[in-house]
């Protein structure tokens, strides 16, 4: 008796948990859903309205960041992918430091984001945000020598931005170049398996 007794309770209970989460999941799932589209909106809403009134920088093509446009008298040492760059290292021709304090241009119209020196084997950090096609694009620009824009600056297409450095002699002078469709990434580490928000800059420039 006692043991059809137990039976009979547990059957309820049971009963009572799956009508629980009839009820609370399909809820649960679509508040969500809703918060993570309303954070995904909020998070672009900023530059959506920085391009919104300043409509002169939206982008409308690419060049290349040196020897603009086309990179005549520079050659990418390092491509895209190869031994896990997340970049491309674009250096001149003379090799060496035959290159530093050489200009650095805005491959694109755009806003920037951070422009600031992060030490390590970053040295001067330039980032900038494109609004492209309705959507967001980031360059970055690694081991300046200088800057020579700040955050906030809204700048065009080939406007000198910083020159070639080498992280305070780090390396021999080299432009690390790296595009992102991922605009909120951490810098990084430079090198990586995972491309995830990552493109081929050669490959973007030359398509855009």
Known sequence: MLKSIHAILIFFICLSCIEQTKVLIPSQASNILKK?????QNKYQKYDSLFKNNIDFI??????PVGIPNAKGYYNAQKFGENLHLGDDWNGTGGGNSDLGDPIYAIGNGYVSFSENIGGGWGNVIRVIHQYNDKYYESVYAHCETIEVQKGDFIHKGTLIGTIGNAGGMY?????????????????????KNTSGYLDPTTFIKNN
């Open 36 to 40: 993570d589209v309303s954070v995904a």
């Open 59 to 64: 982008a409308d093509s690419f060049d290349y």
């Open 172 to 192: 021999w002078a080299h432009l690390h170049l790296e595009i992102r469709d991922d605009i909120f990434m951490d810098i990084g580490g430079g090198y990586a």
